[in-house]
């Protein structure tokens, strides 16, 4: 049974924001994201997460993009790391990220956008302890890994596009509703957390007691544009930061925070598009718009 995701049902799932509220009763997300040639795969992640609502955001980069962005936005506070002779993270700055966490204390992760060849997503992907949302280049990594290598904790969100969702599960891209269904499917029951696929009516699936599929309603031809992935994935971060924050960090919120980032993030693209054109419309543009989303949605 497929559900459609719809402006009530989103509304429903939406964080409260209490008038006595303080910047840490929402949440605090950590993007790990970027490379020299993919510089702004973590801008528009880290950027959409504040504009959805979280209290802090936290930027782990190589560190000699650190300056540029620190400077950019200003409002998220940048962790310069080690990196490769590449421009890649490197894998010993694992051992400083952990620590950073444990003095910072992120609720949520983002992990992949951008990172390229990084040696550091196998750690990342094995030994991080925190509910992470996996997309990009983590979701690559853990395909080449041929299924060895998957998140130990939980929960756990996945965000692949058909082409990533192919090559995880060594088959074919879906090319019909069938085949999209079945496959969202298949990665929720291996990975055991929230599975998105990607694309044209965007498919959120939940493993277990929730295993229904939901399809998205909003969204078109617009968010065809490189780095749409990366603003998606940090709405759905900074609403699961508010999510967990008032529910606690299970299946049921991320899945809530799925559904409703991924609503947000289709109607954000959308609003663009009615001045900026299906043509016209950036990341970046889609980014901007997640406000005028979110308050379309709740009033």
């Known amino acids: 049974m497929i559900k459609k995701i719809t402006r009530e049902e989103v509304r429903h799932l939406f964080p409260v924001r209490p008038l006595d509220a303080n910047k840490g009763s929402f949440g605090r997300v950590l993007v ?48 310069p790391l080690a990196e490769t002779e590449e421009g890649y993270l490197a894998a010993e700055a694992f051992d400083e990220l952990q620590s950073f966490c444990a003095d910072r204390k992120p609720s949520v992760a983002v992990v992949g956008p951008g990172m390229g060849a990084s040696p550091l997503l196998s750690r990342l992907l094995t030994e991080f302890n925190m509910p992470q949302i996996v997309d990009a280049d ?35 891209i879906a090319r019909d509703a069938n085949a999209r269904l079945s496959q969202v499917r298949e990665l929720a029951r291996q990975t055991g957390g929230v599975c998105l696929l990607k694309g044209a009516g965007t498919l959120v699936c939940a493993e277990g007691e929730l295993s229904a599929v939901w399809q998205n309603t909003t969204g078109g031809p617009a968010l065809a544009k490189a780095g749409s992935g990366d603003v998606l994935s940090g709405v759905i971060a900074g ?37 900026r054109t299906d043509y016209g419309v950036l990341a970046g543009d889609t980014a901007l718009h997640i406000p005028a989303a979110i308050k379309e949605i709740l009033h």
Not at 33 to 58: E, H, N
Not at 60 to 71: I, Y
């Open 32 to 79: 790990v994201a970027g490379s020299r040639t993919m510089c702004g795969a973590g801008f528009l992640c880290a950027k959409s997460a504040l504009l959805a609502g979280a209290g802090l955001v936290f930027w782990a980069l190589p560190k000699s993009m650190q300056p540029a962005f620190a400077a950019a936005l200003p409002e998220v506070i940048t962790l």
């Open 138 to 172: 983590a979701l690559n990594f853990m395909a080449a890994e041929n299924g060895t290598v998957w998140p130990h904790n939980t929960p756990v969100i996945y965000t692949p596009h058909p082409g990533e969702m192919a090559w995880l599960l060594k088959t074919d």
């Open 239 to 275: 609403l699961w930061a508010q999510l967990g924050a008032q529910n606690g960090f299970n299946l049921q919120s991320a899945l809530s925070a799925a559904l409703s980032g991924v609503y947000v993030h289709g109607l954000a693209g959308d609003l663009a598009a009615r001045t």
